[in-house]
C-alpha cells in the first residue's frame, strides 16, 4: 500500500479513533467476551444459582447438542430447522423474490402505480414493529380478523391462521414486512444499467423473458448476491414473530432467536441462553464473513 | 450502530441529571411506589379502586398528620403474572423497581435464594415484629409469604378452586342443579350431554404453557390431587415424577381434549387463551370451567357485572376420581395459593415503605376492602363480608385444600408440568410419552436423589 499524504500525523489519527474504540470496547466487545463466559455457567436470573453461579464446562453445549431430543418440539434442532424454513420462506423466496418483481414490473416506468406500489412497500417497512405486529395480530384473528370478514364473505370459510398455519402466517408477514429493502436495491441497481442495452435488444426482436435472463439477472448477480446475504442474516435474527405468536402453538413457530428469548428471560437460564446465542454467533459470524468475501470477489471483478 | 448506542447513554445521563436535580430541589417530600398486576377498568379492577380511594389518601393523610409529606404513586402493570414475574427479577437484579411490589407467594423461594428480596425485619428493623396484626394472621396464612421460618411479606388472601357452571346454560340442557359430580365419570357424562344440547364447549380444564401458573393450580393439580397424590412428597422430601396417578391425569387431559373432543384444545394453546376462556364463559358458550375464586371475583365481576354474576354462575367442588380416591383420601380436592405485597430491599425508605404495607393490612383497611370485593383474607377478624356465595365457597372449599411445595425449583417444575399438559392435549404425545418426558426433565432439574417413581400399573 502506497504512502497517501495526510493533514495529521498517524499518530494523532490514533488519539482520534480512541473514543470510539473505547465504545467499541464496552458496548461490543465486552458483551461479547463476558456472554462467551456465562455460556460455561450455570448461572440463572433467580434461585441459588443467580447468587452463586458456579463453572459447568460444556454442558450447556451438550445440551443444545443432546441428539436423543434434538428434534423434540420447543428444542434446539427443531427451533433451527423452523428458522431455516422462516429464512428460505420469507427472505429468499418471498423478500427477494417479490423486491425483484416489484423492481422488474416498474423498470423504466413512471406514473402513479410504480408510485403507489413503491410507497405502500416502504411503509410497511417503516412502521414501527409493535404496531405492525399488534395491526397483523388483528388481521388475521379467526373470529373477528378483517381476513376473515372478507373471506367468508366471499363463502371461502374462516380458517384459524395463527393456529392451524403459524409458520405460513409469519413467513407471510415478514415478506410483506422487509420486501422494500430488496426492492429499493433493486431498483437502484436496475437504474445503473445503460438503456442501450434493452434498446438494442429490443431492435433484435427479445422477448421480455430472454431480456431478463440475458440482460437484468446477469447484471445484476453482483447485487443479488448482496441482497440475499443481507437479508438472510437480517431474517436469522428476526424476533418481530414473537409479537405475533410468542413462539407458538406448541413451538411451532418457535424461531431460535424467540428460543434464546424464551430460555434466558422466560426460564431464567442465563447461562443455557448465552450458549445459544454463542452459537447464534458463530453462524451469523459465517454469513458475514461469506457476505465480505462476496464484496471483495465483486470488488475484484470490477 | 455505535453512534446509535452513544446517543442512547447521553440521552440516559441527561434524564439523570436533571431527574437528580429535580428530586434535589424539594427535599422534604418523599414518594413511595407501589406496583400490581391490576388496572383500573381491567385486570383486579376492584384492587386500583381500593389502593386509590382508601389506602393512598388515608396513607398519605395519617403521614401528613405526623408532619411526613408523602405521595404514594401506583404503578398499574397490565401484563400477565409470568410477565410481572420477569419485570421483577430484571428490577430487583439492578437494584430498581418499586418499593412495594405485589408478589405471589410461590415466587419467594427463588427470589430468596437469588438474594434478590430480604425479610420484612431485615429492610425495616424491629418495627416489622412489633406490628400488632401478625397475631391475626393465622400461621398458615403467614407461611404462603415466608420461606425457611422468614416473613418476607404480608399476605392479602388465600384463595380455593372449584368448577364454575351457568346455571342457565346448565337447565336448557336438561342437567339438574344444583349440580355437583361425585367422580371424573360424572363430569365426562355432564360434559357429553352439555354436548348434546349444543353447548360449543362443554369443560375446560387448564393445560398448556400460555396458561403458565393458572394450568398448574386450575387445572393439573385438581386433577392429580383427585387420583391420589400431590406433585411433592412431604414426608420424603422428593418429587414424585412417575406414578398411576399421574398417568391417570394425563388420561383425564387426554379423554377431555383428544379421545371425546369435549374440551377446546384451541383455547390452551393460543396466547390469550385464558382471558378468551373467561370471555366464552361469560358468554355462555363454556359449559364447565374450573378456576379459582379470583375468576368469581375479577373477570366475573367485570365481564358479567354482580348482578348477571350472582343469578346465573354456580359453582361445585372438585370431585376425586372416585369418591375417596383423592388426596389423603378426600372426595373433593382443591389446592390455594395467596399473593401478598413485598417491600423491596432497595427502598430508599424502609421504614415509610413498611409504614405503608401495616398500615393497608391493618383491620380498617381490609374491612374497607371486604366493601369493595368480597374475599377470603387474611385475617381472622375480618370475615368474608356481603357475598354469601363467596363464603359458600371458602366454607366448602378451605378444609379440603393444600398448598404447593413452597421450594425454589418448584415454578421450574411447573413449567414442565404445564409442558406436559400440552404434550397431550395438542396430540403430540401420548400420555405415558408425555409422563416420561417429563419425569426426565424433573430428574434432570432436581436430580435423581430428589425424585420417586412409583410403577405404572
Request: charged share 20%; net charge negative; glycine share 8%.
Amino acid at each position: 500500500m502506497e504512502h497517501k499524504p495526510s493533514i495529521f500525523p498517524a499518530r494523532i489519527g490514533i488519539l482520534f479513533l480512541l473514543p470510539a474504540l473505547f465504545f467499541v470496547a464496552i458496548f461490543l466487545i465486552f458483551p461479547f467476551i463476558w456472554v462467551i463466559i456465562i455460556s460455561f455457567t450455570n448461572q440463572t436470573l433467580t434461585g441459588a444459582t443467580a447468587a452463586n453461579p458456579q463453572f459447568v464446562g460444556l454442558e450447556n453445549y451438550a445440551r443444545l447438542f443432546d441428539f436423543s431430543r434434538w428434534m423434540r418440539s420447543g428444542e434446539f434442532g427443531a427451533s433451527l430447522l423452523i428458522t431455516v424454513q422462516f429464512v428460505l420462506g420469507s427472505a429468499l423466496i418471498g423478500q427477494a423474490g417479490l423486491g425483484l418483481l416489484i423492481a422488474v414490473l416498474f423498470y423504466r416506468r413512471k406514473g402513479w402505480a410504480r408510485r403507489i406500489v413503491t410507497t405502500l412497500a416502504v411503509l410497511a417497512w417503516i412502521i414501527p414493529e409493535v404496531v405492525v405486529a399488534f395491526a397483523w395480530f388483528a388481521y388475521l384473528d379467526r373470529d373477528s380478523g378483517t381476513l376473515n370478514m372478507i373471506l367468508s364473505a366471499l363463502g371461502l370459510g374462516k380458517p384459524d391462521w395463527l393456529f392451524d398455519y403459524p409458520l405460513l402466517s409469519i413467513i407471510i408477514f415478514n415478506t410483506w414486512r422487509g420486501s422494500a429493502f430488496s426492492m429499493l436495491l433493486f431498483q437502484s441497481a436496475l437504474e445503473t444499467i445503460p438503456p442501450s442495452y434493452i434498446e438494442t435488444a429490443d431492435v433484435a426482436g427479445a422477448s421480455a423473458w430472454q431480456k431478463f435472463r440475458d440482460i437484468l439477472v446477469p447484471l445484476l448477480r453482483g447485487h443479488i448476491a448482496t441482497d440475499l446475504i443481507l437479508i438472510t442474516l437480517w431474517t436469522f435474527n428476526v424476533f418481530t414473530p414473537y409479537l405475533l405468536t410468542g413462539g407458538g402453538p406448541t413451538n411451532r413457530t418457535q424461531l431460535v432467536s424467540i428460543y434464546t428469548y424464551k430460555t434466558a428471560f422466560q426460564f431464567f437460564r442465563f447461562g443455557q441462553g448465552a450458549a445459544i446465542a454463542v452459537v447464534m454467533m458463530f453462524i451469523n459470524l459465517t454469513l458475514a464473513l461469506i457476505y465480505l468475501s462476496t464484496l471483495r470477489r465483486q470488488r475484484v471483478d470490477a | 450502530m455505535h453512534r446509535y448506542k452513544l446517543l442512547v447513554m447521553l440521552a440516559a445521563l441527561a434524564i439523570m441529571v436533571l431527574g437528580a436535580a429535580g428530586v434535589g430541589a424539594q427535599d422534604d417530600a418523599v414518594t413511595l411506589t407501589m406496583t400490581c398486576r391490576c388496572v383500573e377498568g381491567g385486570v383486579n379492577s376492584n384492587l386500583v379502586v381500593w389502593l386509590k380511594t382508601y389506602v393512598i389518601p388515608t396513607f398519605e393523610e395519617r403521614m401528613a398528620e405526623q408532619g411526613v409529606n408523602v405521595t404514594v404513586e401506583l404503578v398499574e402493570f397490565g401484563g400477565s403474572d409470568e410477565q410481572l414475574k420477569q419485570q421483577y427479577a430484571l428490577d430487583l437484579g439492578v437494584g430498581a423497581g418499586a418499593d412495594l411490589m405485589s408478589f405471589d407467594g410461590f415466587w419467594v423461594p427463588e427470589f430468596v435464594d437469588a438474594g434478590l428480596i430480604q425479610p420484612l425485619e431485615a429492610i425495616a428493623g424491629e418495627i416489622v415484629n412489633e406490628w400488632d396484626g401478625w397475631e391475626h394472621i393465622p400461621e398458615a396464612i403467614q407461611e404462603l409469604l415466608s420461606y425457611r421460618g422468614e416473613r418476607y411479606g404480608i399476605p392479602v388472601g388465600t384463595d380455593v378452586r372449584v368448577i364454575y357452571y351457568r346455571e342457565d346454560v346448565f337447565t336448557e340442557a336438561g342437567i339438574e342443579v344444583p349440580w355437583q359430580p361425585t367422580s371424573w365419570a360424572d363430569i365426562l357424562e355432564t360434559a357429553e350431554q352439555l354436548k348434546e344440547a349444543g353447548v360449543e364447549i362443554p369443560i375446560q380444564l387448564n393445560a398448556g404453557t400460555p396458561m403458565g401458573e393458572a394450568t398448574t393450580m386450575q387445572g393439573f393439580f385438581m386433577a392429580l390431587l383427585g387420583a391420589g397424590h400431590h406433585l411433592y412428597d412431604f414426608d420424603e422430601e422428593k418429587w414424585i415424577v412417575s406414578s398411576p396417578a399421574l398417568l391417570e391425569t394425563l388420561r383425564f387431559y387426554e379423554e377431555i381434549y383428544v379421545n371425546r373432543e369435549l374440551g377446546d384444545a384451541r383455547m390452551q394453546l393460543v396466547e390469550d387463551g385464558r382471558q378468551r376462556s373467561f370471555e366464552a364463559f361469560a358468554n355462555g358458550e363454556v359449559g364447565m370451567l374450573v378456576e379459582g375464586d379470583f375468576f368469581w371475583r375479577s373477570p366475573m365481576f367485570e365481564l358479567m357485572g354482580v348482578e348477571q354474576r350472582n343469578s346465573l354462575v354456580r359453582f361445585a367442588l372438585m370431585p376425586a376420581r372416585e369418591p375417596g380416591a383423592g388426596y389423603r383420601g378426600q372426595d373433593y380436592v382443591t389446592i390455594s395459593g395467596g399473593t401478598g405485597w413485598i417491600l423491596n430491599p432497595n427502598t430508599e425508605h424502609p421504614e415509610l415503605a413498611w409504614g405503608l404495607l401495616s398500615h393497608m393490612s391493618d383491620v380498617d383497611a381490609v374491612r374497607a376492602f371486604q366493601l369493595i370485593q368480597p374475599r377470603i383474607s387474611f385475617r381472622d377478624d375480618v370475615p368474608v363480608a356481603g357475598d354469601p356465595t363467596m363464603t359458600a365457597m371458602a366454607d366448602a372449599a378451605l378444609s379440603l385444600s393444600t398448598v404447593r411445595p413452597q421450594l425454589p425449583e418448584y415454578p421450574q417444575i411447573s413449567v414442565e408440568v404445564q409442558l406436559m399438559t400440552e404434550r397431550v392435549v395438542s396430540g403430540e404425545m401420548s400420555p405415558e410419552e408425555a409422563l416420561e418426558a417429563y419425569a426426565e426433565a424433573v430428574t434432570e432439574l432436581v436430580g435423581e436423589e430428589n425424585v420417586i417413581r412409583i410403577p405404572l400399573e
